[in-house]
């Protein structure tokens, strides 16, 4: 490219240049500021790095900000969660006096124990008892027997299941017993009864009054015994009214049949 | 840390923010007369231009750490004299500020110089170097610095529209019509 006759470069990015502008300029004069402006800003210059902290390198200041917001975060979720540890704790709900235990018999009403029959036809003596796999102490001595005597409802000689069930979640102290170990904690006797009181209401509130009128019908053609079991079944539930006339009925059906005491 | 001359003007400034006094002392070195000698020609007032080539050096201290590699340093460094220099034209009135258009300055051209050496005769390299220097003192003010800033930092066309804030046709059209007029009078 020329100009004027002269020769005209294109420079890097494409800036005109004219070599002979070039040398000529450069040969105009190459002045330098005065050495005691190099001074004074080289002073300057050191002065600022010496009075202020190095700072950070890009990398880190670039990650300041990401790093505090994580930093508060994981702040913040720690102390939530200490929180929430510490104020937390058993979230099951306490009855004063009760054990988990009971209350776990509490929420569950107990099914009809038919075997209870057997033992409320059977005399409590050492001779008529039925075998037991346990316990080992007599009924004398049985917390479970006597609190059953002393409530209204629970009158009757559990099942040999129930009663199991019964002194191996209570025996705290008993010792062999044979029945397997449960992990609830041991149940006081007062409170064990009212448990299964409080189950069998349940039973027969969800059963319902039963009718005698029905009950007699049904049991017409039964043998004295299940007369009888029948009887102390609803002994056992409190239903006086109809443990009488049931009774009442038995009597004149099977006359002279012996009625055990518990019954009469 | 040592220095080399390889380092760039960015790793240097760099190095500067994160507290090396070294590294300033090496890049002012590389810098220090084109900035003089740029800020210098179109002043054309050494104390003038003494005190500006200290305002810029400083407001680059005071910049330190808040430097990032945006651009080359050169357009960092010479956007700040740019400013600089406005600034004083500003408070001074300068003559020269008033920014001729291109018609204007192509008449002015035409305009014999008095003082200018018969066309016909040769000019030695001295006197060659002082009629430039007259040539480039009499170009429009924006003419001057683009022509300057292409001479004295080496920047292209776009370093100097970065540097002087205007477009990259803006910055061609006025180192254009410097050369030519370098040229033109040159070559009387």
Known sequence: MTLNGRKVGIGPGGAERDPRLDRVYHAAGGEVPPTHLDAAILAAAHREVSSRPRSLPATLRRWRVPVSIAAVVVLSVSLVTLIREEGGGDLMPVTPGVAPASRAREATPKPAQTDAEKLVAQPPTAASAPPRPAPQRDDAGDPVEKARRRAPAATARPAPRLEQDVVSAGAASSAGESFPPTATAPVEPPQRARVEARARKNEQSAAGRPDTATLLKAYESQPPEKWLEKIAELKRGGWTTEVAEMLTEFKRRFPGYPVPPGLQ | MSWRAENTDEELMLGYRDGDAGAFDAIYARHKGGLYRYLLRQCRNAAVAEELFQDVWMSLIRARSRYTVQAKFT???????????????????????????DEDIEAIAEVPDERDPPPDQALDSKRQAGRLLELIAALPEDQREAFLLQQEAGMSVEEIAQATGVTRETAKSRLRYAMAKLRQGMSK
């Open chain 2, 75 to 101: 357009t960092y460094l010479y956007r700040l004299a740019h400013n600089r220099l406005i600034d004083h034209y500003r408070k001074s009135a300068h003559a020269t500020t008033v920014s001729l258009e």
